[in-house]
């Protein structure tokens, strides 16, 4: 099995396929640059590999920042290795196994899509080692050698180091004196370079039981003291004159033999990075440094920073690539941090966007507060910025659609209320939210009914009572789960036009049913639990639901989407299930039932359904979610993946937001909600030249308007339906269907009785 697998990579590498980024127009993406995972100098240019993105600066200017994304060229955001070689390259490799390759001399990128496109399970790019003109890959299977200015692999890969375990991940590559090195899962392997190293036999390896290594795993390696240095998982060894031998500096009377992660060299000095494992957790961050003349003796230089990658410039300062806090900058015995403003984590589990347009996200789990970005700037709600904060873990985000509040709801430290840049938390000190114990207070589903109270799910609260509704003048009031008293891990919350809550259980725990509440104070009973296998065939968990624009209720489960059309059922019969029918698709005239495993849902201003999967990407559908409107996944789109987790869409500018593990990735439609009186209309592009690629956007209308595209003289030359709110598309093409020709045109749109008419110009150029 080995073999086939073996003799298939080297045909794929023996390509040399490139791949192209394509051009997304409309599309947009936001990271975070905190994690960074490798970093590179040339000189005073500091390049840094960040799991949102590549970015660069000069360590005696860090002001001047620039950041690459997907969008400017990077085939992947997640990026995991990075080197600036000596002849203007940089070098960026990828989590899924891609490398992108910047030409710093035009800003032109190339990119070797071989590893990516591979069969292999696991990809990542751990290293790179410049020699001459050859760049080695460490990979999560195998090295490999690239001729850089033939931009092509020199021959297979090397898959199998002496009698080393194999698959092998390699962590490191150095090549010192024609010998080969490479750090890897399993032990460490040396060849001299000269020779064929696809053949197992000419590689020479050391393992734990063998040699002085106490543990295989080999993490890094560096040249120092005519010695190479390796560093594993219970400290370090060093290889010279053909002999390994056991290398543990002193620090303080005590031998330093915690596992060594990451090294450098600056003349006479060798850094090392260690930390300490406690039953497998990670912790006692530390940096030292030995001298030349005194290699048995360590100095602590900094400790606490967790290190992802380890470098230091001719000066002396340490460049530090850090897990939370970007390039760290270690001069002097002070620090500065270096990263791109976004947000504090890449995991968007949940989104929303408030009446201004701003958008607030939150990680769900990873303490990593509330981000905000205005269109200016991303700023992050945490203890490390209001240290009065109870806490950060933070998993749903709720905006109102009457003020510009906007509320997190806390995972131990209650609900938090945004309000411009004024914070305010609430907990059982000053609200009537029940903490689960001592002051550790859970808030999930949020929303508003329509007289402007807000509700949210105190989950876990000691009182019994989860149902929670805050007053206008926030007095708060709390109530049993209807059925089911014990049941509080209610997740989502949809709000219909009668005031019914309606919320999801996807959850098992113990005593926790799977399926969808509802509640409404004002019937008796006052409502009851629907279980999932009640909601339509083959559903058994239930994630999210929402209230569409003609008062439906769309809920998201394991196997598609259930609906109920008339939530009145619920007033009329209180304590009744009600009527229920599974969304289904019309696809080539037949219509099929939709079964993915949906997590989440949104309307947008048109009433149209964005539809986000488990592993599927994003489906967009019409009102009644029978016609497919769009698919978008990996291989169409920027999105980084086609897990989704969150979406929301403003309603003032259509543009739809899309939160997943990896990022926030946006899209602009023409779904924006419609204006209740129109003026003038603003086309754009103009002057539109065509053909295109692009329509002509006709922005300024009222609801379900008629568009007449007319010559100066009044003749028609098209007319059209706008979809149904604030902006319409032209084509450039007559009621014929040809393209029109050069001119000055009138733009006139109209609702339905006439009694709102907006008029504009384009320019159109014919090519």
């Known amino acids: 099995m080995l073999n086939k697998i073996f003799c298939c990579v080297c045909l794929l590498f023996a390509a040399g396929i490139i791949y192209s980024q394509s051009n997304y127009n409309g599309w947009n993406i936001y990271t975070s640059f905190r994690e960074v995972k490798g970093v590179s100098l040339s000189g005073n240019s500091v390049w840094a590999a960040s799991s949102g993105g590549l970015f660069n600066f000069d ?216 930390y300490s494992n406690y039953d497998g957790y990670r912790g006692n961050y530390r940096i030292f440094k030995v001298n030349r003349q005194n290699l048995a003796n360590a100095e602590l230089v900094q400790s606490g920073t967790e290190v992802n990658s380890l470098e230091v410039n001719a000066a002396g300062d340490l460049l530090i690539g850090t897990v939370t806090s970007g390039v760290e900058i270690y001069r002097n015995s002070s620090a500065q941090f270096i990263y791109p403003n976004g947000p504090a984590s890449n995991v968007f589990q949940d989104v929303a966007v408030d009446i201004s347009g701003s958008i607030f996200g939150v990680s769900g789990g990873l303490n990593a507060g509330v981000y905000r970005y205005n269109f200016t700037n991303w700023r992050n709600f945490n203890t490390t910025e209001q240290p009065w904060m109870y806490g950060n873990d933070y998993r749903h985000i709720y905006a109102s659609k009457y003020s510009g509040k906007v509320w997190a709801g806390g995972y131990g430290p209650g609900l938090l209320e945004i309000n411009g840049d004024s914070v305010v938390s609430y907990d059982n000190n000053n609200s009537c939210l029940k903490p689960l114990e001592g002051n550790f207070t859970l808030v999930e589903a949020m929303g508003e009914d329509n007289g402007g109270n807000f509700w949210l799910i105190n989950r876990a609260a000691n009182n019994g009572l989860p149902i929670v509704r805050f007053s206008a003048s926030s007095q708060c009031q709390a109530f049993q789960t209807p059925s089911n008293p014990s049941a509080t891990t209610m997740i989502y919350m949809a709000i219909d036009n009668y005031n019914t809550k309606w919320l ?172 209740e009186t129109c003026d003038k209309i603003k086309p754009g592009p103009n002057p539109f030249v065509i053909p295109s690629d692009t329509k002509l956007k006709i922005d300024g209308l009222v609801a379900e308007s008629t568009v007449k595209i007319m010559t100066l003289s009044g003749t028609l030359i098209a007319e059209f339906e706008s979809p149904g709110g604030r902006i319409a598309e032209w084509d450039g093409r007559d009621l014929s269907g040809n393209l029109v020709s050069s001119g000055i045109y009138i733009i006139a749109g109209f609702n339905k009785d006439a009694s709102q008419v907006c008029t504009g110009k384009v320019a159109v150029v014919r090519k």
Request: aromatic fraction near 12%; proline fraction near 5%.
């Open 59 to 274: 360590s005696g200017n860090p002001a001047n920042l620039k950041k690459y994304i997907s969008l400017d060229g990077l085939r992947s955001n997640e990026l995991t290795a990075v080197i600036s070689g000596n002849d203007g390259l940089v070098w960026a490799g990828a989590f899924d196994g891609s490398i992108s390759v910047l030409n710093t001399a035009d800003n032109s990128w190339k990119q070797i899509s071989d590893i990516y496109t591979s069969s292999e399970p696991f990809k990542r790019i751990n290293s790179f080692y410049q020699y001459g003109n050859f760049m080695f890959f460490g990979t999560e299977f195998c090295m490999v050698k690239f001729n850089i200015s033939q931009f092509q692999f020199v021959d297979q890969p090397y898959t199998r180091f002496g009698n080393l375990a194999v698959p092998n991940a390699v962590y490191d590559v150095l090549v010192v004196n024609d010998t080969v090195w490479a750090a890897t899962k399993n032990g460490v392997a040396y060849a001299n370079i000269n020779t064929n190293l696809p053949i197992q036999s000419n590689w020479s390896v050391f393992v734990a039981g063998s040699s002085p290594m106490k543990d295989n795993l080999s993490n890094c390696l560096a040249s120092f003291d005519s010695k190479v240095f390796i560093g594993i998982d219970s400290g370090m060894v060093y290889y010279q004159n053909g002999a390994l031998n056991t290398f543990a500096p002193q620090y303080n009377g005590v031998p330093v033999e915690d596992p060594v992660y990451r090294m450098a060299v600056s003349g006479d000095v060798f850094y090392f990075s260690t």
């Open 504 to 675: 999801t259980f996807p959850s098992d725990l113990p005593g926790q049913p799977r399926g969808i509440a509802y509640f409404n104070e004002g019937t008796s009973p006052n409502g009851t639990i629907i279980p999932a296998t009640s909601l339509g065939a083959d559903m058994t968990t239930v994630y999210h639901a929402v209230t569409d624009k003609s008062g439906e209720i769309w809920i998201a489960t394991d196997n598609g989407i259930s609906i109920i059309r008339n939530p009145q059922q619920v007033i009329n019969n209180p304590g009744t299930i009600p009527q229920t029918e599974k969304m289904r698709i019309i696809e080539n005239g037949i219509s099929t039932p939709l079964t993915e495993n949906v997590q989440f849902i949104c309307v947008d201003p048109l009433n149209n359904k964005w539809i986000g999967t488990l592993s599927n990407g994003l489906l967009y559908v019409s009102t009644d979610g029978s016609t497919l409107l769009g698919r978008y996944n990996t291989l169409n789109s920027p999105l980084p993946t086609n897990k989704i987790l969150s979406i929301a869409v403003s309603q003032s500018t259509g543009v739809v937001y899309f939160g997943t593990e990896k990022g926030l990735v946006s899209l602009n439609t023409i779904a924006a909600q419609s204006l």
